[in-house]
């Protein structure tokens, strides 16, 4: 599958060589300065898997985009796309602000970044999904043989499956999480990992996972 990953940071670069490593896919970042140096060194060192190119460029050889911008640039990357309608959107993204007690979320309760993501991307079907745990853990989800757990929120049920198999493939353990207006409720999850690994000393190297009986 041709996967186009917004963004080449902490997150899209580690999607980016998990999905070309685990599962063979080609992935295509993109990014506002394909040739940046940083950039080129990452498409180097995932190999022939992997190319960086425009957004505009890479949302016309794919229907799967993972966006992985900072939340205070989502609007403008989505918005660089073009037309994406009918194309398959995971937002990763999770709206963090920094305020007087530390790192928080700038909006929940009445509306998430998912859903404003899939009101700038127009007839798209957008999924939350990959916000939930800290980017190390993406490459590597399994701890002493347990998987950790990732959401999956989307409110197109005909891809959803399609979209469970992508997260899968990471090695995550994949729970649909229900339609898109979840994600306020996993954007709040996302901010509790954040808020115990940086501020409460849990460091980065944990993950929630589902127990059951
Ligand atoms: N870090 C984590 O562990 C983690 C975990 C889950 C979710 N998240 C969420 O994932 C998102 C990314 O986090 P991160 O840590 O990966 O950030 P990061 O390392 O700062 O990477 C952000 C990437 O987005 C690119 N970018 C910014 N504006 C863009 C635009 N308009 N078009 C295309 N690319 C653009 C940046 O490129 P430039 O070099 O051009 O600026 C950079 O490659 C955030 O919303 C965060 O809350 C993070």
Same mark, same amino acid.
């Given at each position: 599958? $041709?996967?186009v990953?917004?963004?080449a940071?902490?997150?899209?670069?580690?999607?980016?060589?998990?999905?070309?490593?685990k599962?063979?896919?080609?992935i295509?970042?993109? !990014?506002?300065?394909p040739?940046?140096?940083?950039?080129?060194a990452? !498409?180097?060192?995932i190999?022939?898997?992997?190319?960086?190119?425009?957004?505009?460029?890479a949302?016309a050889?794919?229907? %799967?985009i993972?966006?992985?911008?900072?939340?205070?640039q989502?609007?403008?990357?989505?918005?660089s796309?073009?037309?994406?309608?009918? $194309?398959? !959107?995971l937002?990763a993204?999770?709206?963090l602000?920094?305020?007087?007690?530390?790192?928080?979320?700038?909006?929940?309760h009445?509306?998430?970044?998912g859903? $404003?993501?899939?009101?700038?991307a127009?007839?798209?079907s %957008? @999924?939350?999904?990959?916000n939930?745990?800290?980017?190390?853990?993406?490459a590597?989800?399994? @701890?002493?043989?347990?998987?950790?757990?990732?959401f999956?929120?989307?409110?197109?049920?005909?891809? $959803?499956?399609? %979209?469970i198999d992508? %997260?899968?493939?990471?090695?995550?353990?994949v729970?649909d999480?229900?339609?898109l207006?979840?994600?306020r409720?996993?954007e709040?999850h996302?901010?509790?990992?954040?808020?115990?690994?940086l501020?409460r000393?849990l460091?980065?190297?944990?993950? @929630?996972?589902?127990v059951?009986r």
């Amino acid at each position: 599958m $041709k996967i186009v990953i917004i963004g080449a940071g902490n997150v899209g670069g580690t999607l980016g060589a998990a999905w070309a490593q685990k599962a063979g896919h080609e992935i295509f970042f993109g !990014v506002r300065d394909p040739a940046a140096d940083k950039t080129q060194a990452l !498409v180097r060192k995932i190999g022939a898997k992997a190319r960086a190119v425009t957004p505009a460029e890479a949302a016309a050889s794919s229907d %799967v985009i993972v966006l992985t911008t900072p939340w205070p640039q989502a609007e403008a990357a989505i918005r660089s796309l073009g037309n994406i309608s009918g $194309k398959i !959107v995971l937002d990763a993204t999770n709206p963090l602000t920094r305020g007087p007690d530390g790192i928080s979320l700038e909006i929940g309760h009445s509306i998430s970044a998912g859903e $404003k993501v899939q009101g700038w991307a127009k007839g798209a079907s %957008v @999924f939350k999904t990959l916000n939930t745990t800290g980017f190390g853990n993406m490459a590597d989800p399994v @701890f002493h043989g347990v998987k950790s757990v990732i959401f999956v929120a989307g409110d197109d049920a005909t891809n $959803k499956p399609k %979209v469970i198999d992508l %997260v899968a493939a990471l090695g995550f353990d994949v729970v649909d999480a229900g339609p898109l207006r979840n994600a306020r409720m996993l954007e709040a999850h996302a901010m509790l990992w954040i808020d115990l690994s940086l501020a409460r000393g849990l460091g980065r190297d944990w993950a @929630f996972a589902r127990v059951k009986r």
